[in-house]
């Protein structure tokens, strides 16, 4: 597959059990229908990082690209910007064929990232409900 932003060959790095599509050249991810899912699920931060570590930046071949950000599989289909948020808004560009999305650098790690504080929030109201269920026992 192609690289929408800058037409370079992405290759397919796995991170836990997941195969993800990365642009050497300029740093994006591609990612498959459910694949995000399945990232959070893992609970890994800083993947871009350790994708960066893990694998460099060998050279990838580039390819001329052509016009709007076009789906790298599907092809013929335009990419459209959204934001995906929990706590704050991360831009990413989805295919409304295939549902894959593409992520700029660091794009995914603030995603991952934003995901890991939401569940922190999600902690303390947790642990304040039971805090306070415990001051009610203690105050009868
Ligand atoms: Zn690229
Ligand atoms: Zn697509």
Excluded at 26 to 44: A, F, P, Q, S, Y
């Amino acid at each position: 597959m192609q690289c929408p932003k800058c037409g370079a060959m992405l290759t397919a790095l796995s991170v836990e059990d997941v195969t993800v599509d990365k642009c050497q050249s300029c740093d994006g991810i591609w990612l498959e229908h459910g694949e995000l899912e399945k990232l959070r699920e893992t609970g890994v931060q800083g993947i871009e990082k350790q994708l960066e570590e893990e694998y460099g930046n060998p050279a990838a071949p580039m390819l001329a690209l052509e016009g709007y950000l076009r789906c790298p599989h599907c092809v013929e289909i335009g990419l459209r910007t959204n934001y995906v948020s929990y706590m704050q808004p991360v831009k990413m560009d989805h295919c409304i064929q295939c549902f894959g999305m593409w992520l700029d650098k660091n794009e995914l790690d603030k995603l991952l990232e934003d995901k890991k504080q939401l569940d922190n929030v999600k902690v303390d109201k947790g642990m304040r409900a039971m805090l306070a269920g415990i001051a009610k026992r203690f105050s009868k």
